[in-house]
């Protein structure tokens, strides 16, 4: 793989080169925490500026450093004016040099990370690693693009208007698929879950034209998008029933995940992921369907599909010392999401079902409404109890009604007697909630204890 030197770079980002030009980054890092030897160093200016740690990056090894103004360093340095806006044209600039086939591109309020995770195996394509999905982590990704690539699958997220219009801007899409439009970060959206629908439209907008988009045949909202006349040169791709592409036959397998039958336009083929729950189904059937649309065989597909494993924080199930098991959903949280990792949980064999939820944030005036109702659907679903902690977990609590107990915070979560300690042995556990509130911490105790 033929990376671009600091020269280069600067030939296609604009700014002045000081020192051995001819060195070759690695990689691009925001990060002194998680830099790897021969990065090239990116000080941006936030809330913390990003230059006071360039020393810092240096001698944890970086090659280079991408400054806005020169440094006492005799590390090489491309300076620019804006060190952001010099990120995202390198990006931008990899990308359009070095282009794959196809470059496809995921958002959704639920389910982003492992519809991405799915497509990119079906496909056999690279993909972002991690979850670097916004307007830094994309690009700080695609500076160092492979050569030669079949495919390339590009997470999308965004918390306001105009995130994702600027990622397709930086990634032209010839594909697309939008897991749903939910609620997540509905207090940025004054126009409420329309102006989700339009952020999130904002993927099928940046499609090239003729390309495809997926999306489930029963979401209302995308439907709306593409009905949009601002959608009109993509062609939708409505996946579920009653269209050409669908599943059906779907069968939970408990620890061991789903399996379900695929529907094409060219035939039916079995399919089995490892991934638990009904929710990874729909995941799994809009991958495929837009991978086949593209041309992918539909033995890879399902091959690549089943190669998939759960990822900390998102779908990893672990048994539990004293009978049990735990289901890891600790990355982050919304509505839609608690729900259908409840119904995943209902699916595993086990004791009691309870769940230990963190708060979610980003909810607007709506948060304890939102939160009473999430803990009334949890009760109306089949779990037996309910511990919440977080600024809204009163809410989470009264909606759940009896069994259910509430903490200001993790601290107390785990110190009272009422609380972590009180879970029943041989229960499926359901861990979950905001980044915010971290409910690793609640998952890595519950494995410890």
């Known amino acids: 793989m033929r990376l671009w030197s600091l020269f280069e770079a600067a030939a296609q980002v604009g700014g002045e080169v000081l020192g051995d030009g001819a060195v070759v980054p690695s990689s691009l890092s925001m990060d002194t925490r998680t830099?790897?030897?021969?990065?090239?160093?990116?000080?941006?200016?936030?809330?913390?500026?990003?230059?006071?740690?360039a020393?810092?990056?240096?001698?944890?090894?970086?090659?280079?450093?991408?400054?806005?103004?020169?440094?006492?360093s005799d590390c090489p340095q491309l300076v620019a004016p804006d060190t952001l806006a010099a990120l995202q044209r390198w990006g931008q600039a990899r990308l359009a040099a070095v282009r794959p086939k196809a470059v496809f591109g995921v958002t959704g309020s639920v389910g982003k990370t492992s519809t991405k995770e799915l497509l990119a195996a079906a496909l056999g394509a690279w993909k972002t690693p991690g979850n670097r999905n916004n307007t830094l982590g994309m690009p700080e990704a695609l500076a160092t693009l492979p050569e030669g690539l079949g495919a390339a699958v590009l997470e999308m997220g965004m918390s306001t208007p105009g995130e994702i219009r600027r990622l397709t801007e930086i990634a032209p899409l010839d594909f697309g698929l939008i897991t749903m439009v939910g609620t997540a970060h509905a207090e940025n959206f004054a126009k409420g879950q329309e102006g989700i629908a339009e952020a999130k439209g904002e993927l099928v907008a940046g499609l090239v034209r003729g390309g495809v988009w997926a999306h489930l045949a029963s979401d209302t909202w995308c439907r709306w998008i593409?009905?949009?006349?601002w959608a009109r040169h993509a062609d939708a791709l409505p996946v579920g029933e009653g269209q050409a592409y669908g599943w059906e036959a779907a069968q939970?397998?408990?620890?061991?995940?789903?399996?379900?039958?695929?529907?094409t336009p060219g035939g039916v083929f079995p399919v089995r992921i490892q991934l638990p729950g009904e929710h990874q189904v729909r995941n799994a059937a809009l991958a495929a369907a837009i991978a086949i649309?593209?041309?992918?065989?539909?033995?890879?597909?399902?091959?690549?599909?089943?190669a998939v494993v759960?990822?900390?924080?998102?779908?990893?199930?672990?048994?539990?010392?004293?009978?049990?098991?735990?289901?890891?959903e600790t990355y982050n949280a919304s509505p839609d999401s608690i729900l259908a990792c409840a119904r995943a949980l209902l699916q595993l064999p086990g004791g009691?079902?309870?769940?230990?939820?963190?708060?979610?944030?980003?909810l607007g005036p709506e948060a304890s409404r939102v939160h009473r109702e999430t803990g009334a659907a949890l009760k109306a679903l089949g779990l037996a109890r309910l511990w919440a902690f977080g600024e809204f977990a009163e809410d989470y609590?009264?909606?759940?009604?009896?069994?259910?107990?509430?903490?200001?915070?993790f601290e107390a979560l785990r110190d009272d007697a009422a609380g972590l300690s009180a879970i029943p042995a041989g229960a499926r556990i359901l861990v979950k909630g905001s980044r915010y509130w971290r409910a690793e911490r609640a998952a890595d105790w519950l494995l410890t204890h």
């Open 397 to 409: 609590a009264d909606g759940f009604g009896l069994r259910a107990v509430a903490f200001p915070d």
């Open 352 to 362: 009691e079902a309870v769940a230990v939820l963190g708060s979610m944030r980003e």
């Open 252 to 263: 939970s397998l408990g620890a061991a995940g789903e399996s379900f039958r695929m529907r």
């Open 35 to 53: 830099l790897q030897p021969g990065a090239c160093f990116v000080a941006l200016r936030a809330e913390r500026d990003g230059h006071g740690f």
């Open 55 to 72: 020393a810092q990056a240096v001698e944890k090894g970086a090659g280079a450093l991408l400054v806005d103004h020169p440094l006492d």
């Open 226 to 229: 593409a009905a949009q006349p």
């Open 293 to 306: 649309r593209a041309g992918t065989d539909p033995q890879r597909v399902a091959a690549g599909l089943g």
């Open 310 to 328: 759960p990822e900390p924080g998102r779908g990893r199930l672990h048994a539990m010392a004293g009978g049990g098991c735990l289901l890891d």
